[in-house]
Structures are given as structure tokens and as C-alpha cells.
């Protein structure tokens, strides 16, 4: 069987469920782009443990884990059949890389998970399953991850992670109508491209002091961590292929990346 590749989706605010943007629009073609996995793994970065953890959850709920938005929000489901016995797989090679990962029976979709997967697959007929991130480790722990992870991807599981390729949601400019990219927003996103295009592996992981502005970018890491463990389920050597680029409020990167 064929590789299936890993991913990284900036999934933005949950309101790019009912809004018609570019983000939204890529996301709803996403399906098109890729063979159909048997199953997706993926990495959300509003699931956050301070150790590895992967649920096992067979029927997982849709949560609605944000506050404030319209109530046709709130109506969104994604009944997407659990995945519990790649769970158990996964886990299983997370344990035998050295990493202890616990199995969690009763987590769901929170919406970094489901409303990227319910603009790509809306049929919602391809089981799920979810692993955490962990906000207070480093990017190499992700990567490690990622890696221990990749002989999924031989077996038709897609491994995606979920987060936001720039996320301080205090810089953002509100309001209608396009607005200027900030200079800061932008000169992350250029060395992160470049440093993901050109195979800088090293450089990627140690982002927090070599790339430019990237407290401006990320003041917490959890938004961006699921690319690391995108990267690290890629082949090495692979080259980072962009899929989709733009910014929503002036600083809201919605950068999507496949690996192979």
C-alpha cells in the first residue's frame, strides 16, 4: 500500500464552518486532494494532557468547547465512528519508542478535530481518533511522536495535525474587509515556509529562538506543536509541500502543509 501523507490544517476560528473564506473553501476541496484514509489520527490543539494520550472513545461526541458564538454553531455535529483499535495500535508504537501514552475512554471531537475533518470528509463516515497535545513540552517531543507514529501511514491511517500556523488572537485587526498582512505576522510566516520547504529540521525545532517574531506569532506553543508532529510522521528528507496559504485579520496564518 501506497504511504498516505501526513498533514498540518490551520483550522482558524470555529465560525470557518459557516463562512465562506479561501480557508474554508480549501478545507471543503481537502478530501478531493488525498486517497481515502481507512482512518484519521488526529492531533487537535484544544486537546491538551500534560502527558501523551490517545482516545479510545468509540463513539465520540462532538464538543463544542468554545463560548460566545451563534447558535447555529452550536448545532454542528460530526458523527464520525470512533477509531479505538488504531488507538490501541497507536499507543502501542508510542509505548515502544519509549513513550508512555495513556488510553483515555471518554474524549471527543473538540472542534480543532471536527470542523476541519467535517469540511473535508462531511459524510463523516471514516473513524477518528484523536491524540492530545502536550503544551508544556517542546517541539522535538511532537516530532518524536509524529515519528514513532509514521508506519500508520503504510497502513491507510492519515495523520493530521490540527492547530494554526500563527495564533495571538491580541493581535488581530476585527472587523470587515481585508486588511494588511502586520510585518511581524509576515516575516514568521516567510522563514517558517522557507525553513519547512528547504528540509531545515533543526532550525523548525528550535523555532522559539531562531525564527523571527515568533513570540509575537505563537505567545503559547499548543497552536502550533500538531505541526511538529506532522513533520515528524513525514519520510525523512521529504519536502514540506504548501497546500494552501493566507491570513485572515491581518495576523491569522491559515498555511496548510502536506508531507510525504
Do not use: C
Request: aromatic share 8%; hydrophobic share 45%; no cysteine.
Amino acid at each position: 500500500m501506497t504511504a498516505l501523507p501526513s498533514l498540518f490544517v490551520s483550522h482558524g476560528s470555529p465560525m470557518l464552518i459557516l463562512e465562506d473564506v479561501p480557508a474554508r473553501r480549501f478545507l471543503s476541496d481537502l478530501g478531493n486532494l488525498l486517497p481515502k484514509p481507512r482512518a484519521v489520527l488526529v492531533m487537535s490543539a484544544h486537546w491538551n494532557t500534560r502527558a501523551p494520550a490517545i482516545s479510545l472513545n468509540p463513539k465520540p461526541e462532538t464538543i463544542h468547547d468554545f463560548h460566545g458564538f451563534p447558535p447555529e454553531l452550536y448545532r454542528q455535529q460530526y458523527p464520525a465512528p470512533g477509531a479505538p483499535d488504531l488507538a490501541q495500535r497507536a499507543a502501542a508504537l508510542l509505548d515502544a519508542a519509549g513513550i508512555a501514552t495513556a488510553r483515555v475512554g471518554d474524549w471527543g471531537l473538540d472542534h480543532g478535530a471536527w470542523a476541519p475533518l467535517k469540511l473535508a470528509y462531511p459524510a463523516a463516515d471514516i473513524p477518528v481518533a484523536q491524540i492530545a497535545v502536550q503544551p508544556k513540552a517542546d517541539p522535538r517531543h511532537h516530532f518524536a511522536i509524529g515519528a514513532a507514529l509514521r508506519p500508520l501511514r503504510k497502513e491507510g491511517v492519515l495523520l493530521m495535525g490540527s492547530g494554526s500556523f500563527t495564533h495571538n488572537l491580541g493581535g488581530l485587526t476585527r472587523g470587515p474587509g481585508e486588511v494588511p498582512v502586520a510585518p511581524w505576522a509576515q516575516g514568521f510566516i516567510d522563514w517558517m515556509v522557507a525553513a519547512l520547504e528547504q528540509g531545515r529540521t533543526e532550525d523548525l525545532l528550535s523555532y522559539r529562538t531562531k525564527a523571527p517574531f515568533a513570540r509575537e506569532n505563537h505567545p503559547t506553543d499548543e497552536h502550533l506543536l500538531p505541526l511538529f508532529y506532522a513533520l515528524g510522521a513525514a519520510t525523512p528528507g521529504a519536502q514540506a509541500e504548501r497546500l494552501h496559504q493566507g491570513v485572515m485579520h491581518g495576523a491569522l496564518a491559515m498555511d496548510s502543509f502536506r508531507f510525504s
